[in-house]
Nanobody
């Protein structure tokens, strides 16, 4: 079955950086869009970034544009989220996700477009 395992979270001061990784297994990784979402306490899960199967045309939430970069290594079955200039409001559990089929760019931001989710990794940014 499809498994997604996130790593790389932790505690960092405001202005610092972290790189999250998500290792995928169970199917041909390179065929599918990959996304990152986050959920802060008391808030709904929100879209952060997504990247298409070939690694082109990434999408970002306005709140992270210019600070976060999504990338993928199809040879390693891994997607990354490089997070720079972190802010306290970036504090959340970060999840990677993947759909069960082709996904249009317009639907990348919707959590219900994704069938598979990792367990999440905590990112805490102190002020």
């Amino acid at each position: 079955q499809v498994q997604l395992v996130e790593s790389g979270g932790g505690l960092v001061q405001a202005g610092g950086s972290l790189r999250l990784s998500c290792a995928a297994s169970g199917r041909t990784f390179s065929r599918y869009t990959m996304g990152w979402f986050r959920q802060a306490p008391g808030k709904e899960r929100e879209f952060v970034a997504a990247i298409g199967s070939s690694g082109v045309v990434p999408s970002y939430a306005d709140s992270v544009k210019g600070r976060f970069t999504i990338s993928r290594d199809n040879a390693e079955n891994t997607v990354y989220l490089q997070m720079n200039s972190l802010k306290p409001e970036d504090t959340a559990v970060y999840y990677c996700a993947s759909p069960d089929g082709p996904l249009s760019i317009g639907r990348r931001t919707l959590a219900n477009s994704y069938a598979y989710w990792g367990q999440g990794t905590q990112v805490t940014v102190s002020s």
